[in-house]
């Protein structure tokens, strides 16, 4: 079974930087495409950031406006989302996600995600 391990969260002032990273282990890394997904109270969870399973697609939601940079390393089985700029309404659990990647694109939607990790807190003061 595969199994996803984020961490860097933590309480940051409007403005700054945050890097989160997750970690994989009990899966064939390099098959599995890779998602970030955030959460904040009262709301739906939603796609923050993706990656196919090789170096060709990366995709972004339209909030992120070019201050998240998602990349991965299948050499060390992880990935990170390097957060930038951040504002209170990034304020959320931030969650890694693994799914089996067939044709090498952006998987938007939280559904198809066969692992999860069990998220890191992002605080954005203002």
């Known amino acids: 079974q595969g199994q996803l391990v984020e961490s860097g969260g933590g309480l940051v002032q409007a403005g700054g930087s945050l890097t989160l990273s997750c970690a994989a282990g009990?899966?064939?890394?390099?098959?599995?495409?890779m998602g970030w997904f955030r959460q904040a109270p009262g709301k739906e969870r939603e796609f923050v950031a993706g990656?196919?399973?090789?170096?060709?697609?990366?995709g972004y939601a339209d909030f992120v406006k070019g201050r998240f940079t998602m990349s991965r390393d299948n050499a060390k089985d992880s990935v990170s989302l390097q957060m930038n700029n951040l504002e209170p309404e990034d304020t959320a659990t931030y969650y890694c996600?693994?799914?089996?990647?067939?044709?090498?694109?952006?998987?938007?939607?939280?559904?198809?995600?066969?692992?999860w990790g069990q998220g890191t807190q992002v605080t954005v003061s203002s």
């Open positions: 996600a693994a799914t089996r990647d067939y044709s090498g694109r952006v998987y938007r939607d939280g559904r198809v995600y066969e692992y």
């Open positions: 009990g899966i064939r890394f390099d098959n599995y495409a």
């Open positions: 990656h196919s399973r090789s170096a060709g697609n990366i």
